[in-house]
């Protein structure tokens, strides 16, 4: 199966270095944005702070918990978060980019995987795009409500 994609995107009225420290700091700032419906027992096992951070958490989608394990990259600091996660083929990314002459964030949330190919694989192609979104959408307003005020959230996929 081909490489599946989803993204969602938010104007957030926070500094875009503002929002950005929330989403790098795994310890103290990322894990209250995520979605308690969804992700449970999140864990830093080393790092904390962007790059080379390594996560442990459990995932509760499709009526099925799964543990997994990711590993965060920073390729543009103050910019771009990547999360890797294993054992599956799920990448999320994070970009922050400045709006506003800086007075605004514009945030993307991505998420690229590659689907097994299985019947799981197929259910994963058709009902994970309506997940993320309820993810995505928690995890933007969230983000908002910890650094300023949302201004709009859109999605595509």
């Given at each position: ?9 938010a104007l ?18 990322h ?20 790059a080379?951070?390594?996560l ?14 990711a590993?965060?990259?920073?390729p ?40 097994a190919r ?13 997940l993320?979104?309820?993810?995505f959408?928690?995890e933007?307003?969230?983000?908002a409500?910890?650094?300023g ?5 859109a999605?595509?996929r």
């Amino acid at each position: 199966m081909k490489q599946t994609h989803f993204d969602m995107v938010a104007l957030i009225a926070a500094p875009p270095e503002d929002v950005y420290a929330v989403l790098a700091d795994y310890r103290h700032g990322h894990p209250h944005i995520l979605p308690k419906k969804y992700i449970s027992q999140f864990q830093v096992e080393s790092g904390g702070q962007g790059a080379g951070t390594v996560l442990r958490y459990r995932v509760r989608i499709l009526g099925f918990e799964r543990a997994r394990q990711a590993l965060v990259a920073e390729p543009e600091p103050g910019r771009l978060l990547v999360e890797h996660e294993t054992p599956s083929s799920l990448v999320t990314t994070y970009a922050v980019t400045p709006a506003n002459n800086g007075l605004q964030a514009h945030v993307q949330i991505a998420a690229h995987w590659e689907p097994a190919r299985t019947l799981l694989g197929k259910l994963e192609q058709a009902f994970y795009p309506s997940l993320l979104r309820q993810m995505f959408t928690y995890e933007l307003e969230t983000l908002a409500k910890v650094v300023g005020k949302k201004k709009s959230v859109a999605g595509s996929r």
